[in-house]
C-alpha cells in the first residue's frame, strides 16, 4: 500500500498553468456571455417594433396594423379589434398622426417601467426628434401599445 503514494506522478508546473488558464478563460467566456444576454433579454421586443417602424416607414400600414395586433390575418376577423379599428390606427399612425409621416426611425432603449410588469417600453426616436415614442409591448402576446410610461433619454 505505500509504495502506491511512492509511485505519483511528480508536480508538472506547466500543465498547472495550463489548467488555470483554461479555467479563467472559461470564467471570462461565462461572465462575457452572461453581459451579452443581460444586454440583449428584450431583442424578440425590439425587432417587433422595429419590423413596425419599418412598415411604417415604407407606408404599409395594413402591414404595420397587423404587427401592431401581432395578428397577421386581421383581415379575416376585424371586428376582434373593434377597440382599436385599423381606422382610428391609421388616425394614429398614418401621415396625419402625432408623429407624421415616418422618414426616419432608430431604437434607442428599451426598459421594464415597473417590477412585475406584463411588458417592456421601447423607445424610438422618430424623425429625429428629441422626445421619444414610447411603445409597449406585451410579453404574452407581442402585441403592441401605446405606453403610459414616457421614456426620455
Partial sequence: MSSVLF?????DAALERRRR??????????????VTVYINRFWPETRHVDRFFTQLQSKDFEGAYAT????PAWKQHPEKYKRYTFGAFYQDWGPGGEWGPI???????????RPNASGVVVGVRVNERKKLCSVRVEFSDKTLGFSPD???E
Fill in 7 to 11: 509511485d505519483a506522478q511528480p508536480f
Fill in 21 to 34: 488558464l483554461l479555467i479563467a478563460v472559461g470564467i471570462v467566456v461565462l461572465i462575457a456571455l452572461a
Fill in 68 to 71: 401592431w395586433m401581432n395578428d
Fill in 103 to 113: 422618414r426616419s426611425y432608430k431604437v434607442i432603449a428599451t426598459q421594464i417601467p
Fill in 150 to 152: 414616457e421614456m426620455v
